[in-house]
């Protein structure tokens, strides 16, 4: 799965992504594992001898990716977006793995969508990339068709990883999320949660293409 993310975002794909270093993974609904592979996506790449990864942690209404990680975290994403002034590197926390580094969530703010829309986020993007150049940004976002947060998030988005689970998302609910990340550069497909000898018992990678963006 992390091959054709890696080329990517390092400009060695089938052809050049805006913002490639940026990956969104999201699902539909909840429950079908979008945090899972964020985190063990994120490790992965870790664990290559010449990537880092920030994961940002930015599911804000149910942030889950420190507990799955045992870390205790306080302020984090929503705190830097109400306040222009603060340094993203005072929220970035390490992890007991290499090359990796998790960005939490931070409060709850019952403005997420608009604060994530905003020109604040623009900024922060600017900041991440500029004090983080050699790193992937990997961002575990909200499901899309239970929040309009994801769909914010899209938008600041190079390459986007849609979880599907095996056997249980709806086909038209599938096409649904497609449709809502369109005009996304480049979006795949993870099936999750995969059962029998087809597959190999976990999941597979479908490129789904580019978009207009």
Same mark, same amino acid.
Do not use: W
């Given at each position: 799965?992390?091959?054709?993310?890696?080329? %990517?975002?390092?400009?060695?794909?089938?052809?050049? #992504?805006? %913002?490639?270093?940026?990956?969104?993974?999201?699902?539909?609904?909840?429950?079908?594992?979008?945090?899972?592979?964020?985190?063990?996506?994120?490790?992965?790449?870790?664990?290559?001898?010449?990537?880092?990864?920030?994961?940002?942690?930015?599911?804000?209404?149910?942030?889950?990716?420190?507990?799955?990680?045992?870390?205790?975290?306080?302020?984090?994403?929503?705190?830097?977006?109400?306040?222009?002034?603060?340094? #993203?590197?005072?929220?970035?926390?390490?992890? %007991?793995?290499?090359?990796?580094?998790?960005?939490?969530?931070?409060?709850?703010? !019952? !403005?997420?969508?608009?604060?994530?829309?905003?020109?604040?986020?623009?900024?922060?993007?600017?900041?991440?990339?500029?004090?983080?150049?050699?790193?992937?940004?990997?961002?575990?976002?909200?499901?899309?068709?239970?929040?309009?947060?994801?769909?914010?998030?899209?938008?600041?988005?190079? !390459?986007? #990883?849609?979880?599907?689970?095996?056997?249980?998302?709806?086909?038209?609910?599938?096409?649904?999320?497609?449709?809502?990340?369109?005009?996304?550069?480049?979006?795949?497909? #993870?099936?999750?949660?995969?059962?029998?000898?087809?597959?190999?018992?976990?999941?597979? +990678? +479908?490129?789904?293409?580019?978009?207009?963006?």
């Amino acid at each position: 799965i992390k091959r054709p993310l890696i080329a %990517n975002a390092f400009g060695k794909g089938v052809a050049p #992504v805006r %913002n490639g270093k940026r990956v969104m993974v999201t699902s539909s609904f909840p429950g079908e594992g979008k945090s899972f592979c964020a985190i063990n996506l994120a490790m992965s790449i870790a664990a290559e001898r010449d990537h880092k990864v920030l994961l940002v942690d930015a599911d804000v209404a149910r942030p889950s990716v420190p507990r799955e990680l045992g870390i205790d975290t306080g302020a984090g994403l929503m705190d830097l977006l109400l306040d222009d002034h603060l340094d #993203v590197s005072r929220f970035v926390l390490p992890t %007991n793995v290499d090359k990796l580094a998790l960005l939490p969530a931070g409060r709850r703010h !019952q !403005q997420a969508t608009e604060l994530l829309a905003s020109a604040s986020m623009t900024r922060l993007l600017e900041q991440i990339s500029a004090r983080y150049p050699d790193r992937i940004v990997i961002f575990d976002s909200p499901p899309l068709l239970v929040t309009t947060e994801s769909r914010v998030l899209a938008s600041y988005m190079g !390459q986007i #990883v849609l979880v599907v689970e095996a056997g249980k998302t709806p086909r038209d609910a599938m096409k649904e999320s497609l449709a809502m990340i369109e005009g996304s550069e480049v979006v795949g497909l #993870v099936l999750n949660k995969l059962r029998g000898s087809e597959g190999g018992g976990y999941g597979g +990678y +479908y490129g789904y293409g580019y978009g207009n963006a």
